[in-house]
């Protein structure tokens, strides 16, 4: 069956260091993949957007890459501060469907000053 | 441009009871999908709708439904309420669809008892 993890256990960082956050999925031919952004009681912001013939796509201090041959997506955010502590989400669309995304269940990134 | 926008933001209901939520797409966007948000099973696509008319639907039950207007306001209806139904239910708009990025409301937090 499909599956898209993500890590289930808050990751907890010092302020200024590197976060990387991991979505691996399994049975899914992805078209691309998003990252998301969600604090609590709001709804996710969107951040990134990276294809399937696409290796690494950067925005600002976020970087996502993508490898289809181990079906893992990493989502770093370097010089991170506390403001960037939220829960994070990614979503694989398939070609051949649909393409409406499938959402991981997130994981939550707490940056400590 | 205003953001997506969803009424009400709370809601409490018990059970056998039903429930109209609404939504608000950016002006321009006429792609409106509907998604339930439970710690459990994580974010979950209900349906689509674009130009008045149902394009994708999730795995729920009848019990929820949708429509949307002419002028791309959205309303989903959940009849029949259980105890399960109780979830976090976002709303996102898009300009076409929804495989282009997806922009979301602050969701409606309904509780059933």
């Known amino acids: 069956s499909q599956k898209i993890e993500q890590n289930s256990e808050a990751l907890n960082i010092q302020e200024g260091k590197t976060a990387t956050l991991t979505c691996n999925y399994t049975?899914?031919?992805?078209?691309?993949l998003q990252w998301y952004r969600q604090d609590p009681g709001r709804g996710p912001v969107f951040l990134l957007l990276i294809r399937e013939n696409e290796k690494e796509k950067r925005k600002e201090r976020l970087k996502v890459t993508f490898d289809t041959t181990l079906k893992q997506s990493l989502f770093h955010i370097t010089a991170s501060q506390p403001a960037d502590s939220a829960t994070y989400l990614c979503?694989?669309?398939?070609?051949?469907?649909?393409?409406?995304?499938?959402f991981g269940r997130g994981t939550s990134l707490i940056v400590h000053p | 441009k205003a953001g997506v926008t969803q009424t009400p933001r709370y809601l409490i209901k018990t059970r056998g009871q039903q429930v109209t939520l609404s939504c608000s797409p950016i002006?321009?966007?006429?792609?409106v999908s509907w998604y339930q948000q439970t710690p459990g099973q994580g974010l979950q696509f209900l349906f689509e709708?674009?130009?008045?008319?149902?394009?994708n639907k999730g795995n729920f039950p009848g019990r929820f439904s949708g429509r949307q207007f002419s002028n791309s306001r959205s309303e989903m209806n959940v009849s029949t309420l259980e105890l399960g139904d109780s979830a976090l239910y976002l709303c996102?708009?898009?300009?076409?669809?929804?495989?282009?990025?997806?922009?979301f409301g602050p969701g409606t937090r309904l509780l059933v008892l």
């Open positions: 996102a708009s898009s300009r076409t669809s929804a495989q282009e990025t997806q922009y």
């Open positions: 979503a694989l669309s398939t070609s051949g469907g649909s393409y409406i995304p499938t």
């Open positions: 049975n899914y031919s992805p078209a691309y």
């Open positions: 002006s321009g966007h006429r792609s």
């Open positions: 709708y674009f130009s008045e008319t149902q394009r």
